[in-house]
């Protein structure tokens, strides 16, 4: 037998065997409907944390959570054209974020899943308009983030847009607003940092980034009092260790927009430790 017809049948058998111990179509939705079920008990979904923001009365966008199905998941996985225009889950989330411009009233809209917003990909992701290909929207957003988590989004959510005083964009039109990012454990908060780490910043749009960035590092006392307050209560009602971003708007004024378990989230070299 020459070498290359060994090659051959060698590979053949290899595929053979594969073929064989290859699991089924029913055990691979057994396995992922087994990981949506474990997904859901993940306490950095938003429906895990955001009824103690509304419970303590802290400055929030206003927010619809929209149920994502694992049929929704599963058809954008696929990465088939018919699996993802012919999706009536899908099609059923679709529908109601185009609704939610009505709803709230408004022409442009903050849109994420239970977990992730795609931020650096602002105008694919998270930033939508009544001109927006919602479902491409949707496609992306979970697209993203199933490349980097193995956790299944539960919700997608759409929020208000905040008005904001962007010092430059980044990304290719991320808006980069003032924020901070607290750490509270059991309603104390412990530590701060400003948001946006300058060594992240890609693609800015302006020369002296750095320097504006550098603009927005410093909360006044009066939004740090404030923002300690919300995150010394959320974690109160909550219990346990979590990180908790605030947004800050054009007027000055903090909006709690994020949490997280602190040992899951970024932290800074030049976090603040608070006594
Ligand atoms: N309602 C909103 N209006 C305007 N901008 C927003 C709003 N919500 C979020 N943003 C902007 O988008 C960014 C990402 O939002 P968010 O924190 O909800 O997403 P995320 O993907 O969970 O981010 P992170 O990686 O920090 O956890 C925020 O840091 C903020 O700049
Ligand atoms: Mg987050």
Known sequence: M?????MTSKLDAMAEHAKRNAPSEDELLARTIARFEKSKKDPNHIENWFHAVIANG???PKTQLIPFPIEATIAILKEDQDA???CKELDEVEQAVKRAFDTFGKDALFLKNSLYSGKHTWNRTCHITRDSNIRNHLGQITYEWLMRSPVYATHMVVRELIETAPVFHAFGGTPIVQEFRLFAKDGKTYAYQAYWPANSILDADTNDWAQKLESISEATQQQMDEMIKGADRVTR????DWSVDFLIDKDGAPWLIDMA???QS???PHRIELS
């Open 84 to 86: 993802f225009f012919g």
């Open 266 to 268: 970024y932290i800074s």
């Open 261 to 263: 378990v602190a040992s």
């Open 2 to 6: 020459s070498s290359k017809q060994s």
């Open 58 to 60: 802290i400055r929030h």
């Open 237 to 240: 009602t909550l219990r346990g």
